[in-house]
């Protein structure tokens, strides 16, 4: 169980353009769900929660105009990354947490976006 | 706010050696501490997780002690073998409920295991 998927695992886009990467809950309701950013040999970077049916709360730095997030469904948070430039590859990674258990977070595959 | 800190950031350890990973954290409120392992390329896995009214916790070959007064926690990794080769990472949150609580990270650690 508790099991999140990610799509697409990667994506290389112009830059300029838009991209959507969708993160899923398969077997639980999440009622809050996390959008993180990695880049090569660090931490995860918290971007973003995400509330279903409200605003996403977004850490500080990190432009709400740039990175949005809709979190329509207890199973479906997505993150546009609009405008999209070299400096927005990295590698995205989406967690959910349980309705029932409200601290533990079960992680996507991550997405790997390359913008060029 | 919340700050954890994860030494050494490498360690190699033989197999079938044991593995000890440390984390510090800094805010006494925080009660839940996860870990995770990351392979090359894909999401982190939560392997083991421990909350502060339990001082240690115990799975197969993977165990979690907490010390709440010294404020640090760790992993422990029995008999490695090489698919134990990874980045872990360590966590803590300030709270175990409410809407918005948050995990914050330690920076990892690589863990590698020679055959």
């Known amino acids: 169980g508790a099991v999140v998927s990610q799509h697409p695992s990667w994506v290389i886009c112009k830059s300029g353009t838009s991209v959507k990467i969708e993160c899923r809950s398969l077997?639980?309701?999440?009622?809050?769900m996390f959008w993180y950013r990695q880049f090569p040999k660090q931490s995860l970077m918290l971007m973003a929660t995400s509330n279903e049916g409200s605003k996403a709360t977004y850490e500080q730095g990190v432009e709400k105009d740039k990175f949005l997030i809709n979190h329509a469904s207890l199973t479906l948070s997505t993150l546009t990354v609009t405008s999209a430039h070299p400096e927005d590859s990295s590698f995205y990674i989406c967690?959910?947490?349980?309705?029932?258990?409200?601290?533990?977070?079960?992680f996507g595959p991550g997405t790997r976006l390359t913008v060029l | 706010g919340e700050n954890v800190e994860q030494h050494p950031s490498t360690l190699s350890v033989q197999e079938g050696d044991s593995a000890v990973i440390k984390c510090t954290y800094s805010?006494?409120?925080?009660?839940?501490f996860p870990w995770y392992k990351q392979e090359l390329g894909k999401g982190p896995q939560l392997i083991i997780d421990i909350r502060s009214n339990v001082g240690e916790k115990k799975d197969q070959r993977i165990a979690v002690t907490l010390n709440k007064t010294a404020k640090h926690f760790s992993l422990h990794i029995t008999e490695t073998q090489p698919e134990d080769s990874a980045v872990y990472f360590c966590?803590?949150?300030?709270?175990?409920?409410?809407?918005?609580?948050?995990?914050?990270f330690g920076k990892g650690i690589t863990l590698s295991v020679r055959p």
């Open positions: 805010d006494s409120a925080s009660n839940y």
């Open positions: 077997d639980f309701q999440a009622t809050t």
């Open positions: 966590a803590a949150s300030p709270q175990h409920t409410g809407a918005n609580s948050k995990l914050t």
């Open positions: 967690s959910a947490r349980e309705f029932l258990s409200a601290d533990t977070q079960y």
